[in-house]
């Protein structure tokens, strides 16, 4: 009988921030035993940083440069590990709460059903970051005329547009609340900034140069008022200044471990009894750590005042260790759930992270040069602690792994699909670490 597989994907879990990676503080009870009944690799790396880089060599064993890079996600890749799962005979289920890893960027490829809980606010920003805003550049410094930017918006844009039409309807299909986003009425203002930018694409330009990220504020709207102008806009800044520290004021309203877990529970009640099922479930809990008053509840109130005792009264990542604290909380639920329903005995379970993120320490000065997007230091990515991830087998592998030897996500999925003992597929870059003969010299992140 085949065994089912859970995949577990916490993001922007470091590697440093567990006990077997030496922190000081524990905060991860439940994955530690997990790591103790399983097998964690202690040397296993991201091929890259952030989430948009990483994800395309997770599912498909390519490097992140690979088939024109990653800005389109796997859509221009090779079978996914998904695809390879249900071609033999896996009921498949997946669920994001990250707009990079959604229907858009071609995630969904081999899912009987996968699911986009993302943020509506994040979305829209994303991508005026990732596909507009070197055009419109261009476009301000007299690089490029106003017909070739009017062209590139009425392409871009449009499916930009498009896409959301689509996961506003999933929403509505599934009877899931968006958290920030009324999905019906702007819906009806999608509807309208496509009849806007079809018909006069001028505006929809006027309205991103002026705006810039606050462009979504005013979908379908051909005409701004002043009133309007000025009340968003000073709205809109006092919400920065108090958020420039803590989000006490998040504009990102993501979908928390439970919700994850819950969309899985509701999957499992609906599948066919007869087939084994691969679920991919991805969690955003630690990611979004700075969103300090999002998981607000007693639990919420005696972990924070537990460990600022810990720490004694120490900050330097405390939001990060916080949220972890609640992810293995809501880890340890979902895990006597599984055992309750008898679930545990006939599945097979990965947990692993797709980068790491800055938290608290080590700290390094950043040095800024150039025209960098966003004004940041991107080759602070490029160290330890932002692509050192966890990789936790359970149960225990028949195979003694090498935990001294280097390891990395491009052999991701020939892993999981080895450790479910389906067949090797050719067109992947990577070999399985669970492999007799596997053995790694360094990686390439």
């Known amino acids: 009988m085949k065994k089912n597989l859970i995949i577990i994907l916490i993001d922007a879990l470091r590697f440093d921030r567990l006990i077997a990676g030496g922190y000081k503080y524990n905060l991860t009870p439940n994955l530690n035993k997990i790591i103790e009944e399983g097998n964690l690799l202690t040397n296993h790396y991201a091929n890259g940083c952030p989430t948009q880089i990483s994800f395309p060599t997770i599912f498909t064993s390519t490097l992140p440069l690979d088939f024109k890079g990653y800005g389109e996600g796997i859509k221009h890749r090779p079978k996914t590990f998904a695809e390879i799962f249900q071609s033999n005979g896996y009921q ?12 858009h960027f071609g995630y969904h490829r081999g899912f009987d059903s996968y699911e986009n809980l993302l943020d509506f606010y994040q979305w829209f920003r994303q991508n005026l970051k990732v596909f507009l805003r070197e055009p419109l550049r261009d476009f301000k410094e007299n690089r490029i005329d106003k017909q070739k930017i009017l062209e590139i918006l009425s392409n871009n844009y449009l499916e930009v547009l498009n896409s959301t039409l689509f996961y506003m309807d999933q929403f509505i299909e599934l009877e899931i609340k968006s958290k920030n986003f009324n999905v019906k009425k702007n819906r009806i203002k999608v509807i309208k900034e496509i009849e806007i930018l079809k018909n006069n694409p001028e505006i929809i330009l006027e309205k991103f140069l002026e705006f810039d990220y606050w462009y979504y504020l005013f ?10 102008r000025i009340y968003i806009g000073l709205r809109e800044k006092i919400r920065d200044i108090v958020n420039s520290k803590i989000a006490f004021f998040p504009r990102r309203k993501f979908y928390d471990a439970s919700e994850i877990f819950k969309r899985f529970k509701n999957f499992y009640n ?151 003992k389906i067949p090797k597929e050719e067109k992947f870059k990577g070999t399985s670490i669970l492999s007799k003969d596997y053995n790694q010299d360094f990686v390439l992140s």
């Open 219 to 228: 979908l379908g709207e051909a005409k701004v008022s002043a009133i309007n």
């Open 270 to 420: 609906k599948k066919s009894v007869d087939k084994p099922f691969m679920s991919f479930l991805h969690l955003f809990d630690v990611h979004e750590s700075k969103n300090f008053t999002s998981r607000f509840s007693f639990s919420w109130i005696i972990n924070v005042v537990k460990l600022l005792v810990d720490r004694k009264f120490k900050k330097g990542g405390f939001v990060y260790d916080l949220a972890l604290i609640q992810t293995d909380r809501e880890i340890g639920k979902f895990f006597k759930y599984l055992k309750k329903n008898k679930i545990l005995e006939f599945s097979k379970i990965i947990i692993t992270s797709d980068n790491d993120m800055e938290t608290g320490f080590p700290i390094k000065k950043k040095k800024i040069e150039g025209n960098q997007p966003g004004g940041s230091d991107l080759s602070q990515q490029f160290f330890d602690e932002f692509t050192h991830v966890p990789m936790i087998f359970y149960p225990r592998t028949k195979i003694d792994l090498k935990n001294d030897s280097f390891s990395s996500h491009i052999d991701f999925a020939p892993t999981i699909i080895d450790f479910c």
């Open 92 to 103: 498949t289920f997946g669920v994001t709460s990250a707009h990079t890893s959604g229907d």
